[in-house]
């Protein structure tokens, strides 16, 4: 043992250990306080996360969102949930103007963010679409006279 710790490199871990010293004292410590810690469970359905916990209704839960999106739907009663996905998609931060947004759809539509998105601040994103090969059959826009046909899935 002794040996071992001779051959380790004595001012690096100090070095080390002073810079997590520093962050210790440069930033707030951050806190995940559980009444039960995660622990693997090997019983759960081999899709479902081994982390989703030994009750059943958990695992029908982690299921039906997908099965929901092939069948009619509201029978489930889960539709609170996907309500609040919703919710919370509507909510975020955006990139571009560097603000926070209550709805998107609003923010989508203030002032601020439309003269971004006229700018030519997505000139870069540009320059880089301008490497690619457009190798698509491209339509001519079609006529009034003519009906689409839409296909639906
Ligand atoms: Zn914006």
């Given at each position: 043992?002794?040996?071992?710790?001779?051959?380790?490199?004595?001012?690096?871990?100090l070095e080390t250990l002073n810079i997590c010293l520093y962050?210790?004292?440069?930033?707030?410590?951050?806190?995940?306080?559980?009444?039960?810690?995660?622990?693997?469970?090997?019983?759960?359905?081999?899709?479902?996360?081994?982390?989703?916990?030994?009750?059943?209704?958990?695992?029908?839960?982690?299921?039906?969102?997908?099965?929901?999106?092939?069948?009619?739907?509201?029978?489930?009663?889960?539709?609170?949930?996907?309500?609040?996905?919703?919710?919370?998609?509507?909510?975020?931060?955006?990139?571009?103007?560097?603000?926070?947004?209550?709805?998107?759809?609003?923010?989508?539509?203030?002032?601020?963010?439309?003269?971004?998105?006229?700018?030519?601040?997505?000139?870069?994103?540009?320059?880089?679409?301008?490497?690619?090969?457009?190798?698509?059959?491209?339509?001519?826009?079609?006529?009034?006279?003519?009906?689409?046909?839409?296909?639906?899935?």
């Amino acid at each position: 043992m002794i040996l071992k710790c001779k051959a380790l490199n004595l001012p690096l871990i100090l070095e080390t250990l002073n810079i997590c010293l520093y962050s210790f004292r440069s930033y707030r410590p951050f806190y995940l306080q559980l009444t039960s810690m995660p622990s693997i469970n090997y019983s759960t359905q081999k899709p479902c996360s081994p982390f989703d916990g030994d009750k059943p209704s958990n695992i029908q839960k982690q299921v039906q969102p997908k099965l929901r999106i092939t069948t009619d739907g509201d029978k489930c009663g889960g539709t609170p949930v996907q309500l609040q996905l919703k919710e919370k998609r509507k909510k975020g931060y955006c990139e571009c103007c560097l603000q926070k947004y209550e709805d998107l759809e609003t923010h989508l539509l203030s002032e601020k963010h439309r003269n971004f998105a006229q700018s030519n601040q997505y000139q870069v994103v540009d320059d880089i679409i301008s490497k690619l090969v457009f190798d698509f059959v491209e339509y001519e826009r079609d006529t009034p006279k003519k009906k689409r046909i839409k296909y639906s899935i």
